[in-house]
């Protein structure tokens, strides 16, 4: 038996959705490659384990959200990628600009309280979900949830966040 089958399908069915929420962690569609593919190589030195017994879903998405916060804590994440938004005075329509508002301010969060609101508005997961994808208590993501809306509604009062 290949100590990768059924890896590939795996990556095929998942890659997408894993692109989109590395994107949302980071910001950064070059980062959010470099994190999922980060992330898919360690994956794949654990598949024979994870295919037979595990859960690889759950496995690697706890692992996008730990490698995330880990690049996070390592480096400024403005070093890790220029979020400010370049002012070329191209006229932007409504929905354009306020994505860019909202992409600002998830950069301004600390990266556990962005990493609660991509798992648990984006990815609509539970708290105990997300709890668990974290490595925290239910709690702490109540709290992370809690301090987080309040400071996006403060850095971006006209979105209305509830």
């Not at 590939?8 to 890659?15: I, P, S």
């Not at 692992?63 to 932007?92: K, M, T, Y």
């Not at 309280?113 to 993501?141: H, K, N, P, W």
């Amino acid at each position: 038996m290949d100590r990768y089958e059924g890896f590939r399908e795996f990556v095929d069915a998942r890659q997408q959705s894993l692109m989109r929420t590395a994107y949302l962690l980071t910001g950064d569609s070059h980062l959010a490659e470099d994190l999922v593919q980060t992330v898919l190589t360690r994956v794949a030195s654990h598949w024979s384990r994870l295919a037979g017994t595990g859960n690889p879903e759950a496995y690697t998405r706890k692992a996008l959200v730990n490698q995330h916060l880990s690049w996070r804590r390592r480096r400024s994440f403005s070093e890790i990628a220029g979020l400010e938004v370049p002012d070329r005075g191209e006229a932007h329509d409504d929905a354009t600009l306020r994505r860019l508002a909202l992409r600002q301010s998830l950069a301004k969060l600390s990266p556990k309280q962005r990493a609660v609101i991509v798992l648990r508005f984006y990815e609509d997961r539970s708290e105990q979900e997300t709890a668990q994808l974290m490595g925290c208590s239910v709690g702490t993501v109540k709290s992370q949830t809690h301090y987080a809306l309040s400071k996006l509604r403060a850095l971006a009062p006209q979105e209305a966040y509830r």
